[in-house]
């Protein structure tokens, strides 16, 4: 990661990494399968929009976090 955001494998293991945690978040204020699927599409839908604002692995999980509870 840095000023250019980061590859397209990155964004593959970032995926693999913090699904779980999203779609958690999201079931969990959700209580729906199909609402928590299409809120962990739009997260990282986003995530591919702005990943150049993404500053660290720290900054990263709490981006993922806020975005998933906002949404």
Do not use: P
Not at 13 to 23: K, N, P, Q
Not at 46 to 65: A, D, M, P, S
């Amino acid at each position: 990661m840095g000023k250019s955001g980061f590859s397209a494998l990155e964004l593959d293991d970032l995926v693999e990494f913090y699904a779980d945690m999203v779609y958690k978040i999201a079931f969990v204020r959700m209580k729906n399968k199909s609402d928590a699927e299409d809120i962990f599409q739009e997260v990282f839908l986003k995530l591919v929009r702005n990943k150049e604002k993404i500053k660290n692995e720290v900054h990263l999980k709490v981006w993922l976090i806020r975005v998933t509870i906002n949404c």
